[in-house]
Each structure stands twice: as structure tokens, then as C-alpha cells.
């Protein structure tokens, strides 16, 4: 994948400090960040976090309406009245999260593990907590999440999957999600969630089993649980133990809902097969198996061709095989049965420039950006102005991608030096001055660059004995490195030190 540039995510100013009262616990408690910036944190990451992890599952709109009523259910007996949302997303691995404010969302992956509607009430109950008891905001103000509340521009260039590519509000909601919490905030999202859901009318016992399963399963290590739920939310005996004692203290009885949760899963559950051939064949494009990858799309195809994600997986096989047209029409056809996903309209735009369907590729590519942004759609963005000899607008695109790591970033870099470097030589090339031991002027300077320079011409400006103002040029051949340091020894004198009369006035690559 290529890299990107990002734009900023979020800025919160002027943090409100002081002591606070847990809405859930009644604890006093120090929190840095006011409740209506949470609120205002949650809904701006709200959507790219949905994207950067598979987006939302919309091919059984009744499961969707259903987890959403289980939701509203449990959180209307929440302390704290947010504006709490919940959706499933397209996502095999079993994980559930909520951001600041009220935004959860639960995976299909982990819907398919659950055995009953109380255990959906269980996880719903659990995040519902985290969000009411203002667990992130208290994380924030222990310093765990440092660079949550000022989000300048934020890249994160890698192709493993959606969450790797993104960057700004994504990158954002990704690292909420993941931050581990501590034990206190997990035993208190299990007891006061077993609360919300007794009182929501289920048995509490739904805990129980739930925890009962995730112990199961992480002690038999399945990596797909492990890189999820667990990751964020790690099981233990001692929490069984704790729901336990939590559900004596409850009212016995309440709905289990096995039935009615297998009815509602029943068309997400005959489509596992489908899905577990899906990630197979991203798993077998990433090992470089194109081969396989591609008869583990048809596969998943020919069991159900609604998916959008089989549709866009096939495309990727030829992307990389560079059949560009086919792989164009495939991201079509995931469009058309997805349109708000940044992945197709990302991948389109790559398919189509490759084919010198430049404004087309623009389109999609700016369009991918209005879903999440990303470090491939920028950096492609920034080639196509490169192309048109739209200087500025490449410059653009290129500029927030300087801090990016690997070889996107490297490359951005040094497209983005050689760019500038003609118009502005000083920005990468400081110098100091200093005295010889006549007390003539030595200008050193050093290759700020990501790329060998050479003929870098200082001008220093002075005084005349007469009066009048002069200049005298020096040039530094070079090459010099990146990081190395050049000299030369301007003649003129004495220098005692204080201002630097010189200006870096010309600078060239080694090519």
C-alpha cells in the first residue's frame, strides 16, 4: 500500500479539571476531560473507527435493529443518560467496544459465539458501563492515553488490513478501543452491567456463562480471540467468581432469550461458511498465495454473492496480478453493494490509475477520503498532482505524511524534499556560524534531507567599508549525506560571533 497524509482529527482546548463524581459509582473522582468532550471525542471517531474495522455488517438489517433494541433496553437503566448508539460491524474477529460518550459497537465475529440474547445483554451491558462510568476519561487523565485530546495530523501506513491504513479520527478511535483497562474499570463494568441488564429484565446469569466461554477460549489461546475481545477486556477466573457473587445480590429469574437470539442469528450464522472462506483468502493474499486467495473468494461468493467484501477481495487478487480492468470491475460491484465504504472507492481509485484514468481515480480516491482517511489515498493523490505538474497540491497531499514510518513514509519524504528544496533550500538545510582562528567567517551547514545534496550555495550579506551593503557567495559541493555536516571558509572578517549574516540561497540532489 502507499502512504498518506491525514488531516487533523480532533482538537480539544482548555481541559476543565477538577474532581468529579463517577455517574455510575458515585466516587469522587479527578478527570481532566469535561463529559460534553468526551461526547464531542466519541462522535467524531465514531464513523472512521466503524470504517477502519471492516465497516457495518448491513447485510441482515433485522440482526441490526435487533442488537440496537437489546442495547437501548440495558442502557436505559444507565446513571449516566448519554446518547448511547450501537452497530455491528463486518468484522469475523469477536470483539465488542465503546468510545467516549455513548458509541458502541459489537463485531459479527463475536455475535456468532454468543448462545443467547441474555449473554448479548451481558456484552452490551459491559461496554455500556465503560462508556457511563467514564472509563476512557479517567484513562486519559492517568496519562494512558496522552495523545488522545490534542489529535494533530496522524498517519499509519502499513497493508495488513482496514485498521492499519487509517489515520486522523480512526487512528483516534483505534487507540481508545484497544487501551487496556485496568481491573478495577473491568470488574466495575461487570458488576454494574449485570445491574443494568437485571433491572432491563434478562438473568443476570448471562454473565456468568459469558465469562464462563471467554475463559474457555483464551486458555485454549484461539488467536482470533486473542487479537480481540481478550486484548482489551482479558477474562479470569476471579471475574467468573465476581459475577457470581454479583448475581446472588440480584433478583432471580429474568429472560435468557435462547430461542428468539438463535432465530435472530440464524442468516448470520449460515453465512459463517462464507465468511470463513473470506478470511481465509485474505489471510492466503497476504502471504503472497494469489492463487488461493482467489478460489477462496469464489468460494465465498458462490455461497452468497451480496457481500461486498468477496466482491472487493477478488479485486485485490488482481490488483496485485496487475489486471487492473477486472480488479476495477470487481471494486465496482462491491460499490454498488456498499457504496459508503472507504476500502472499494480506495482500491477503484489505484485499479484506475494504473489504467490512466486519472480524473476518475481522483473521484474515488477523494471519496475514500470522506469515509476515512488514509495514508494509500494521499500518497496516490499526491503522484496524480505530481503528474498534472500541480506542484502546490502535491506538496499538499505529501506534507502530512513526513512523520509516517516504513517505506511509505521514506518515500514521501524525499518526494516531498525534492519538491521544495528548489524553492526553499534553507528548510533543509540549517547552517551556524562560526570564527576560523583569523576570526574569518566559517559557515557550516548540515543536510537536513532524506537524500544526498551537493552545490549548496551560502550568501552572506555585509557591510562594505564604504558603507554600502554587499554579498559574497560560497559554494559547498558535497555530496553531502543525510546528517552530514559541510563548511566552507567565507574569507571575510573578523567575525566575533553574535548574528548569522548568511542565507542558504541554492541546493541540489544527487542524482
Known amino acids: 500500500m502507499y502512504p498518506i497524509r491525514l488531516v487533523p482529527v480532533l482538537m480539544l482546548t482548555g481541559l476543565i479539571t477538577g474532581c468529579a463524581v463517577n455517574p455510575v459509582t458515585g466516587e469522587r473522582q479527578f478527570i481532566t476531560v469535561s463529559p460534553a468532550q468526551e461526547v464531542a471525542m466519541g462522535e467524531q471517531a465514531y464513523v472512521p473507527t466503524q470504517q477502519s474495522q471492516g465497516g457495518v455488517y448491513d447485510v441482515d438489517p433485522e440482526l441490526t435493529e435487533y442488537v440496537q433494541n437489546v442495547g437501548a433496553r440495558v442502557a436505559a437503566h444507565a446513571e449516566n443518560p448519554l446518547p448511547y448508539e450501537f452497530v455491528i460491524l463486518n468484522n469475523s474477529i469477536p470483539n ?10 459489537i463485531n459479527r465475529g463475536l455475535l456468532t459465539e454468543l448462545n443467547s440474547e441474555a449473554e448479548l445483554a451481558a456484552v452490551l451491558g459491559h461496554e455500556v458501563v465503560h462508556a457511563a462510568a467514564r472509563h476512557s476519561a479517567q484513562q486519559m487523565t492517568r496519562g494512558m492515553l496522552s495523545q488522545v485530546l490534542v489529535v494533530a495530523t496522524a498517519v499509519v501506513t502499513a497493508d495488513s488490513d482496514y485498521g492499519d491504513l487509517a489515520v486522523g479520527g480512526a487512528a483516534l478511535g483505534s487507540q481508545l478501543i484497544t487501551s487496556r483497562y485496568g481491573r478495577q474499570a473491568e470488574l466495575e463494568s461487570d458488576k454494574y452491567g449485570m445491574t443494568y441488564m437485571s433491572k432491563a429484565g434478562y438473568d443476570p446469569t448471562g454473565a456468568i456463562t459469558l465469562q464462563e466461554t471467554f475463559v474457555r477460549l483464551s486458555e485454549g489461546r484461539q488467536t482470533d480471540w486473542l487479537s480481540g475481545l481478550f486484548a482489551s477486556h482479558p477474562p479470569s ?65 458462490g455461497q452468497f454473492d451480496g457481500e461486498a467484501h468477496f466482491h472487493s477481495l477478488r479485486g485485490d487478487v488482481r490488483l496485485v496480478e496487475e489486471n487492473f480492468a477486472w480488479a476495477e ?62 506542484v502546490n497540491r502535491a506538496i499538499e497531499y ?3 505524511l513526513v512523520d509516517a514510518g516504513g517505506d511509505v513514509g521514506a518515500a514521501a519524504r524525499s518526494r516531498l524534499a525534492r519538491l521544495e528544496l528548489p524553492s526553499n533550500p534553507s528548510q ?30 551560502v550568501t552572506v550579506t555585509y557591510t562594505g567599508s564604504d558603507g554600502t551593503p554587499r554579498q559574497v557567495a560560497s559554494v559547498i559541493r558535497g555530496p553531502l549525506q543525510p546528517g552530514s555536516i559541510g563548511s566552507v571558509n567565507t574569507g571575510l572578517g573578523p567575525y566575533t560571533g553574535g548574528s548569522c549574516p548568511v542565507a542558504v540561497t541554492r541546493a541540489e540532489f544527487v542524482e
Not at 435472530?264 to 488461493?292: F, H, I, Q, S
Open 398 to 400: 505529501y506534507r502530512p
Open 237 to 301: 477466573q476471579s471475574r467468573v467468581a465476581a459475577n457470581r457473587a454479583t448475581a446472588a445480590t440480584l433478583p432471580a429469574g429474568g429472560e435468557l432469550g435462547v430461542e428468539r437470539y438463535e432465530r435472530m442469528l440464524a442468516k448470520t450464522r449460515a453465512l459463517k461458511p462464507a465468511y470463513d472462506a473470506y478470511d481465509e483468502g485474505r489471510k492466503a493474499l497476504a502471504d503472497g498465495n494469489t492463487a488461493r486467495a482467489l478460489e477462496l473468494a469464489e468460494r465465498a461468493l
Open 329 to 390: 470491475t470487481n471494486y465496482t460491484r462491491a460499490i454498488e453493494r456498499r457504496p459508503e465504504f472507504f476500502y472499494y472507492h480506495l482500491q477503484r481509485g489505484r485499479a484506475r490509475k494504473e489504467q490512466g484514468e486519472t480524473d476518475a481515480a481522483v473521484a474515488d480516491l477523494e471519496r475514500s477520503l470522506e469515509f476515512m482517511p488514509t495514508a494509500p489515498a494521499y500518497y496516490t493523490l499526491a503522484l496524480i498532482a505530481e503528474e498534472r505538474g500541480d
Open 428 to 457: 533543509y538545510v540549517p547552517f551556524n556560524c562560526v570564527a576560523d582562528d583569523r576570526q574569518n567567517l566559517v559557515v557550516q551547514v548540515r543536510n537536513d534531507a532524506p537524500d544526498a545534496i551537493r552545490n549548496v550555495q
Open 96 to 105: 465488542a467496544w465503546a468510545l467516549p460518550g455513548g458509541k458502541m459497537a
